[in-house]
């Protein structure tokens, strides 16, 4: 094997790492979520592709209550092309998106000086995606999220189709910029398929001035997830030209050299 070369290493890591599109650093807040409609897997039925959230089932959900949730024109109001699709659901200030791992368990006589191997245990439960939501006036939230998370408590976490079906899936695009003459682009798409509500936090109304915008955390699950790193990704397409430096570096190994 041979042995990596010791000399000249803050400027090779500058000129043939960080000034690569792939190993450039990304910058941060580049990303779009998008409600893709209600969740339909494997089905050959006809999906109304113009719905954004499984609103029938929301509906429904608030007819099973002692009273009737008067929500319908907040839902209408918030699920707008320029508030859902032309850039993406833009109530959404913040997405946590899982992390993976598996049980590795030891196994072997635990005697004396042995050695013990590792087995596999199982791959673990999925975590869940957690969502941050601007309030607004007409609070997204409220009206929609909210009756959103009663619709899953209501019907019961089983498999749905038609007006019952609650689930939907959802696509996180992480965004990446070359040079400021290039227009952003997918770095990777995240998309959570069968994603339904099951909770959301409350908000205390007082008189105290408020400062900054007040954002509303819920918390989703889901069947299962893809990873994909886009056909047009930029940054793998031109990795072998070189590109300006990110403004947001922060190594230390780049910080000397300024």
Not at 80 to 104: M, R, W
Not at 222 to 229: A, F, G, L, M, R
Not at 242 to 254: F, G
């Amino acid at each position: 094997m041979a042995k990596p070369e010791l000399g000249s290493q803050i400027s090779f890591f500058l000129e043939n790492f960080l000034s690569k599109p792939a190993s450039a650093l990304p910058k941060g807040s580049q990303w779009v979520l998008v409600f893709e409609g209600p969740f339909q897997d494997g089905s050959t039925s006809e999906r109304d592709f113009n719905e954004v959230l499984p609103v029938p089932a929301i509906r429904l959900a608030s007819n099973y209550e002692p009273r009737n949730w008067d929500t319908e024109a907040a839902i209408s109001t918030t699920l707008t092309k320029d508030y859902q699709e032309t850039k993406g659901c833009l109530f959404v200030q913040a997405v946590s998106i899982p992390g993976e791992s598996n049980v590795a368990n030891p196994e072997g006589l635990m005697q004396s000086g042995y050695i013990r191997t590792f087995v596999g245990g199982g791959r673990d439960p999925f975590q869940n995606l957690q969502i941050s939501f601007l309030e607004t006036n007409v609070s997204f939230v409220d009206n929609v999220i909210r009756p959103w998370v009663v619709a899953t408590a209501h019907l019961g976490l089983i498999a749905r189709t038609g007006a019952k079906n609650y689930r939907c899936n959802i696509s996180v695009y992480k965004l990446g910029v070359i040079t400021p003459a290039e227009t952003p682009f997918v770095l990777m798409k995240y998309t959570f398929y069968g994603v339904c509500p099951i909770s959301v936090t409350g908000e205390e109304y007082n008189y105290t001035q408020v400062s900054s915008a007040i954002n509303r955390e819920a918390t989703f699950i889901y069947h299962y997830y893809t990873v994909e790193s886009s056909a047009g990704n930029l940054a793998a397409i031109n990795n072998n030209a070189n590109i300006p430096l990110p403004l947001s570096t922060k190594d230390p190994r780049v910080n000397i050299l300024r």
